[in-house]
């Protein structure tokens, strides 16, 4: 079953809370995760950044929104409990409960106090998403614009540019050693299908070898083995082999199977580390998303 969306969960949150006692967040998800019948796959999966469930945020926020209307109150940290005003909801026998009906309800209680409604009015895009759903998906979708515009600068750019930003990339990773130690490094060799040869660390404990090529093509098993059979030369097990283009699946499947830590960096893979790196990118503006210190206010 799909994951439900935040305003079907407001009816059976406040019927949840029907008994007039109070109830802790664990206890809403639980019972709103087997009302819903989730799996243990669907209640884990995460917000596109990475930080939370989508069911826990979508939990929340409906609690929120009835705590924001005066159907839900909470005189103690993450605990709920029902209000006269809720129970006077639910002898109704309502058959819905979303923001609309929550703002058509509050017109009636206090009429100064109308709740925010990020929710799109196309019909379309009627899974209403949580805004902080909203924020995440729309900064997902600038960085793979993003990333589509960095991609497209990579294969437009010089070898030796684009070597500089193999270079920008690794140490910024915490490779290599320095600028100058990786800049020296790489670019210089080209013996036997290896472009460069870096440090692992700072204090040069072990060498990773590069292979870094600016191609249009995608890149085949052959010249992946050509680049471990310049590894077996050196006798090292490690390597990274950086390209603005992708790999054939034959060469995916062949350095998993080999007895080598060989790193394929692809170029989306590629404008993807930049951008997380904040190489080649400029912030333009910057947000904080705050969330309410409950232990502030505990007297």
Not at 208 to 213: R, V
Request: include cysteine; charge should be negative; proline fraction near 3%.
């Amino acid at each position: 079953m799909a994951i439900p969306e935040f305003q079907d969960l407001m009816l059976p949150m406040l019927q949840f809370h029907a008994d007039g006692h109070e109830h802790c967040s664990k206890e809403n998800v639980d019972f709103l995760r087997r009302k819903f019948g989730l799996s243990e796959e669907e209640i884990s999966e995460l917000l596109p950044s990475g930080k939370q469930s989508i069911f826990n945020n979508r939990v929340s926020w409906a609690k929120s929104y009835l705590k924001m209307a005066g159907l839900l109150d909470s005189n103690k940290r993450g605990i709920y409990k029902i209000t006269e005003r809720g129970t006077d909801v639910l002898t109704k026998g309502v058959a819905k409960i979303d923001i609309k009906f929550l703002n058509e309800f509050l017109k009636k209680q206090k009429p100064e106090q109308i709740l925010p409604n990020h929710v799109t009015t196309d019909r379309e895009q009627l899974a209403l998403k949580t805004p902080e759903e909203t924020l995440d998906e729309s900064y997902q979708s600038i960085n793979i614009a993003l990333s589509s515009d960095i991609l497209e600068k990579l294969k437009s750019c010089t070898p030796s540019f684009f070597e500089r930003i193999v270079v920008d990339v690794i140490v910024t990773m915490g490779y290599g050693g320095t600028l100058k130690d990786a800049g020296k490094a790489i670019g210089k060799s080209g013996d036997g299908g290896i472009d460069g040869i870096i440090k692992e660390d700072r204090l040069g404990l072990d060498n990773i070898y590069i292979q870094a090529k600016k191609w249009d093509s995608a890149v085949g098993r052959p010249e992946i083995q050509k680049f471990v059979g310049a590894l077996s030369a050196q006798k090292s097990k490690k390597g990274i082999f950086i390209t603005t283009s992708t790999f054939t699946k034959d060469a995916i499947d062949y350095v998993s199977k080999i007895d080598m830590k060989v790193v394929l960096i692809d170029g989306e893979t590629l404008a993807g580390l930049m951008l997380e790196h904040n190489i080649g990118v400029t912030t333009v503006k910057r947000y904080e998303l705050k969330r309410l210190d409950s232990d502030y206010y505990e007297e």
